[in-house]
Structure formats: structure tokens, C-alpha cells
């Protein structure tokens, strides 16, 4: 299997705190993880790519002080919404691949974070 | 740059009725080709793919077909299931700075009436 999980499912906090989500891999090392946010009845935007070890590359218009993504290991990385406003409000989704796999193309995605900030 | 257009939804059918969603894609070189399904309250998951021009990609009765010529990978069902309600979603895959991206289409809302 390929199953990759995120923590909170769902978080409420008050504008100006920070959030930090995880996503983890849990059967198999991820070389690579992906965030995505998903406006409500929209496509899936991907937000930046890491790779373990260092730092993530920010798609464009992708504020990288605001969403700051840590990739310390290859089951674990984190994003986290400083400072958050409400318009940060969304669905937040984490994806993994693995080098060391025979599809390493293929994504595996994370059940999502809903985040509301009010 | 790399595309990728989907029919727009939402789309209702029956139980037990005929399934396609079309989609296309504009991409340099040649891409894999993905669907995904999003259910309710939850993430993506993988439905099938394909990687190279004529390749057929199935899973769970759900089959689509690799058509270089006319740059299109439609998603197809004989026969869904109220179980089959859920957003599906097209992609494909490019290299950029060294790591797979994925390009989605808008994702095609389906439900299915018992």
C-alpha cells in the first residue's frame, strides 16, 4: 500500500495565530511531498514541492514567509499558516511520492486539512 | 503551458446507466495520464492511469484510453453505482525542477440516483 496521512483533519483558530499541519507517510519513504489548497468546487492548486532534506520550491504567487513547509525526514512534513487571516480559510491536502517506488510518478494523497480561521 | 480540460458537471445519472467524462490535455512531450476520485469529506485517491500512448488504464470497472492523436484520456463506467458518487478529477504529469508535478483538470462532479 501507499497510504499517507495529515493531522488535524480540521482546525478552527483565530486570525493572527499560527497552524501547523503534518502529513505523514506511513508505509513507505517519501522522497518527495507536495501541498496542495482546494477552493470550494475548484481544482486542486499546488502550493510548493519538497524534497527531504531541503528546502521547498514555491509555485508562483505562493507567499513562502506565510506558508512555511519543513521536509526533516522521508515520512514527515509540515506546513504551517503564520499568521492567519480568514482568506487563508481551505482545504489543505499533502501528496507524497517515492523515488524508491516502481511508480514513482504516482502521488499518493493525504485525506486533507480543513482549515477555518476566523 | 500543460493543460487540462475536463467536461463541466455536475453530472446526475441513474444506477446502472453509462458513464464518460471527457477529458483533454495540451502537454509538451509525453505525459502520464491520471484520474483521480475525491469522495465526500475526504482526499484524492488514485483510480487508474496510464502512462504512455495507447495504453488502457482500469480499476474498479472504471476504464480510460490514452489517445495521443486526439490528446484525450476519457474516463469511462458501463455501468455506476450510487457508490460512485464523487469528484472526479483528470490529470497528467510533467517534470519540473527535477521532481513530477501534477497538472489537474477542474474535476467533474458526479452523482448517481438509485
Known amino acids: 500500500g501507499a497510504v499517507v496521512s495529515q493531522h488535524p483533519s480540521r482546525v478552527i483558530c483565530k486570525s493572527g495565530t499560527s497552524v501547523k499541519i503534518e502529513c505523514r507517510s506511513l508505509?513507505?519513504?517519501?522522497?518527495?511531498m507536495f501541498w496542495y489548497r482546494q477552493f470550494p468546487k475548484q481544482s486542486l492548486m499546488l502550493m510548493a514541492t519538497?524534497?527531504?532534506?531541503?528546502?521547498?520550491?514555491?509555485e508562483q504567487g505562493v507567499e513562502k514567509d506565510k506558508f512555511l513547509i519543513n521536509h526533516a525526514s522521508l515520512t514527515l512534513s509540515t506546513l504551517t499558516v503564520t499568521s492567519a487571516h480568514p482568506e487563508d480559510s481551505s482545504f489543505y491536502i499533502c501528496?507524497?511520492?517515492?523515488?524508491?517506488?516502481?511508480?514513482?510518478?504516482?502521488?499518493?494523497f493525504g485525506p486533507g486539512t480543513r482549515l477555518l480561521v476566523l | 503551458g500543460d493543460s487540462v480540460t475536463q467536461m463541466e458537471g455536475p453530472v446526475t445519472l441513474s444506477e446502472e446507466a453509462f458513464l464518460t467524462i471527457n477529458c483533454t490535455y495540451t502537454?509538451?512531450?509525453?505525459?502520464?495520464l491520471f484520474w483521480y476520485v475525491q469522495y465526500p469529506g475526504e482526499g484524492l485517491q488514485l483510480l487508474l492511469k496510464?502512462?504512455?500512448?495507447?495504453d488502457k488504464g482500469s480499476n474498479k470497472g472504471f476504464e480510460a484510453t490514452y489517445r495521443k492523436e486526439t490528446t484525450s484520456f476519457h474516463l469511462e463506467k458501463g455501468s455506476v453505482q450510487v457508490s460512485d458518487s464523487a469528484v472526479y478529477f483528470c490529470?497528467?504529469?510533467?517534470?519540473?525542477?527535477?521532481?513530477?508535478?501534477?497538472?489537474f483538470g477542474k474535476g467533474t462532479k458526479l452523482t448517481v440516483n438509485p
Open positions: 519538497s524534497n527531504e532534506g531541503s528546502k521547498a520550491t514555491y
Open positions: 490529470a497528467l504529469s510533467k517534470t519540473q525542477g527535477g521532481s513530477e508535478k501534477l497538472v
Open positions: 508505509d513507505f519513504q517519501a522522497t518527495t
Open positions: 501528496s507524497a511520492s517515492s523515488l524508491h517506488r516502481q511508480d514513482q510518478e504516482t502521488q499518493y
Open positions: 496510464a502512462t504512455k500512448a495507447d
Open positions: 502537454a509538451t512531450g509525453y505525459p502520464s
